[in-house]
């Protein structure tokens, strides 16, 4: 389970995977696990802080809180979207032997919920939220919609250009296609598509799985961001380059975007984002 820990300065830090990097001490005066379904406010939402620990100033640190926002935004998403296919609605959980990260918000250690129509172990506060009146969608679909994920790697689309012409034709069409018909057919064809737009010194990655009907697992999302990170460090490390790098990654979490990379750099992390792209086991 995800833990939390409070601070001789009356703040509550994340523990663990989620660890906080701002604790102005490491010596906890308290070590609890973070029941976030006990700590939300029932009726809006809002996460507190244990009653009776700590003085009466005793919060949640900002940067903890933040890491909180980003699980619960993440798993808005995904159940949102979720119930915008299927039809299962105030479904049954049953209580697993914990298997790693919540599949849908990322928590770490907390996937102990387990439901066979939705296909998915999550989190007890995935499950909690999920059977929620909200998020829901106006019109639920009567049958599960969801696509079928593939049991074999999807071979990407990849499309390189170079300051407008189609550089190298690395799949049977692309030589006379353009973008946009490239990018059409990923999604007729249900594959993950990955563009590579080189500009003259510097050149963009994008890798988009949205024309495979799903998204991005937390953990390959965590390998992402981690290459994302590597790729930062070493452009910011070469004085030759003279621009800033952005990274983004869609709150959907179907694609990913790189800028300001040197070409060769933006070529072998479109290798690298390929290789999880096309990958179903880093789907969901
Ligand atoms: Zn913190
Ligand atoms: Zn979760």
Not at 66 to 81: G, S, V
Not at 153 to 176: K, L, M
């Amino acid at each position: 389970m995800a833990e939390m820990g409070l601070t001789p300065t009356d703040r509550w830090h994340l523990l663990g995977k989620h660890a906080c990097h701002h604790a102005e001490s490491t010596d906890f005066v308290e070590v609890m696990e973070f029941d976030e379904p006990a700590l939300t406010d029932p009726e809006w939402g809002t996460l507190g802080v244990p009653a009776d620990h700590g003085g009466p100033d005793t919060k949640w640190c900002r940067h903890c809180k933040d890491t909180i926002d980003d699980l619960q935004y993440r798993r808005y998403n995904i159940i949102a979207d979720l119930k915008g296919l299927v039809p299962y609605r105030n479904v049954s959980w049953t209580t697993v032997d914990c298997d790693g990260d919540c599949s849908w918000c990322g928590k770490s250690n907390s996937a102990t919920q387990y439901n066979d129509k939705l296909d998915a172990t999550v989190c007890p506060t995935c499950a909690w939220k999920y059977n929620r009146s909200r998020p829901d969608v106006e019109n639920p679909p009567e049958t599960d919609r969801r696509l079928e994920t593939p049991t074999d790697e999807v071979d990407p689309i990849r499309y390189t250009t170079d300051t407008g012409d189609v550089e190298c034709p690395q799949d049977e069409q692309s030589a006379s296609e353009s973008i946009e018909k490239a990018h059409q057919r990923a999604t007729d064809e249900q594959r993950p598509y990955i563009e590579v737009k080189i500009k003259g010194k510097y050149a963009d990655v994008v890798c988009d799985i949205a024309g495979t009907g799903h998204r991005f697992r937390p953990a390959a999302i965590e390998e992402i961001e981690s290459l994302q990170a590597e790729q930062k460090t070493k452009a910011e490390a070469d004085p030759d380059h003279k621009s800033s790098v952005m990274t983004d990654i869609s709150p959907r979490r179907t694609h990913v975007r790189m800028t300001t990379l040197f070409p060769e750099d933006a070529r072998r992390f479109a290798d690298d984002l390929a290789a999880i792209a096309a990958d179903p086991e880093n789907w969901q």
